[in-house]
Every structure is written in C-alpha cells, then in structure tokens.
C-alpha cells in the first residue's frame, strides 16, 4: 500500500503543479491583457485630450478675432476723441497760459491736500 500510496501522492503532486502553472499562466495572461487596456485606454485619452485642447484653442481663436472685429471701430473712434480733446486744451492753454498755469497749480494744491488727509488716517 505504500507503493500505491507514494504514487498517488506523486500524481497528485503533479496535478497540483499542473493546476499552478496553469493557474500562473491564466494569472499573468490576464495582467498583460489588462496592461494592453490599460495602455490602449491612456493612449486613447491622451488623443481625445490632444483633440479636445486644439478644438478649445481654434475655439479661443475664433473668439479672439470676433472681439477684435467688433472692437476696431471703438478703437478707433476713442483715438479720434482723445487727439480732438488733445488739440482742444492745446489751443485753450495757447490762449490763455497764464490762466491754465494757475489752474494746473490750483489742481496741484488740491490733489496735494487730498492726498495729505488721507496719509494722516
């Protein structure tokens, strides 16, 4: 019975080694599957994310222009403003400079003491 007994154990020993290989293999096929997802699924996400930033980027373009389309004739229409405005207090101050020094001084002193009271709080 000991014969009968070794050999058994003997085959049960190499079913069992069968069994772990075969569950080894089953085991590490699954993990470099799972690893080939995985990579797949990032590259994946790396194109969307690649698409996703150059729609937002044509998207920021487009925007950009409409505002700047939009905005070129205030641009241009406050220049026109400022340079009447310039050429109005030119000529005021030609005219009358003794009068637009004293008011320059005045505006000074008072911006001075405005500033001065507020120091002091």
């Not at 641009?75 to 400022?82: H, L, N, V």
Request: net charge neutral; aromatic share 4%.
């Amino acid at each position: 019975m000991t014969v009968e007994t070794n050999s058994f154990d003997d085959k049960a020993e190499e079913a069992s080694a069968k069994v772990k290989k075969a569950a080894k293999a089953a085991v590490d096929s699954a993990a470099e599957t799972a690893q080939q997802r995985l990579n797949e699924a990032i590259d994946l996400a790396d194109r969307n994310f690649r698409e996703a930033a150059k729609r937002i980027e044509q998207v920021m373009r487009e925007g950009m222009e409409q505002f700047r389309n939009r905005a070129e004739p205030y641009t241009e229409s406050a220049s026109q403003q400022i340079d009447e405005a310039q050429k109005y207090v030119v000529e005021r101050i030609k005219q009358r400079p003794v009068i637009a020094t004293l008011a320059g001084l005045g505006i000074g002193l008072l911006l001075g003491l405005l500033m001065a009271n507020r120091s002091d709080k």
